[in-house]
């Protein structure tokens, strides 16, 4: 493997967190990120904005709001 270089890195970040790449990029940016303290402290702080996101993103709404919106999808 060959290092794939901050801008790649930087620039395919957000598809990497959600291992949206092909095996071989995400190799090359994990190596990269390996190596990097400016790229693998960027990559910290964009894993723990999705890991923050993801938790907010849990609650669920209250099953009368459900109805309601499904009912006015129904009309629509």
């Known amino acids: 493997m060959t290092d794939c270089g901050c801008d790649k890195a930087k620039a395919e970040l957000e ?3 959600h291992r949206e790449l092909s095996d071989e990029d995400f190799r090359d940016i994990t190596e990269h990120l390996d ?3 400016d790229c693998s402290g960027e990559h910290l702080v964009g894993l723990t904005l999705t ?3 993801q938790k907010a993103c849990q ?7 459900r ?3 499904l009912a006015k999808l129904e009309h629509a």
Do not use: T
């Open 15 to 17: 598809e990497y967190l």
């Open 35 to 37: 190596n990097c303290e």
């Open 51 to 53: 890991q923050k996101m």
């Open 59 to 65: 609650e669920k709404a209250p099953d009368e709001l």
């Open 67 to 69: 109805a309601a919106i």
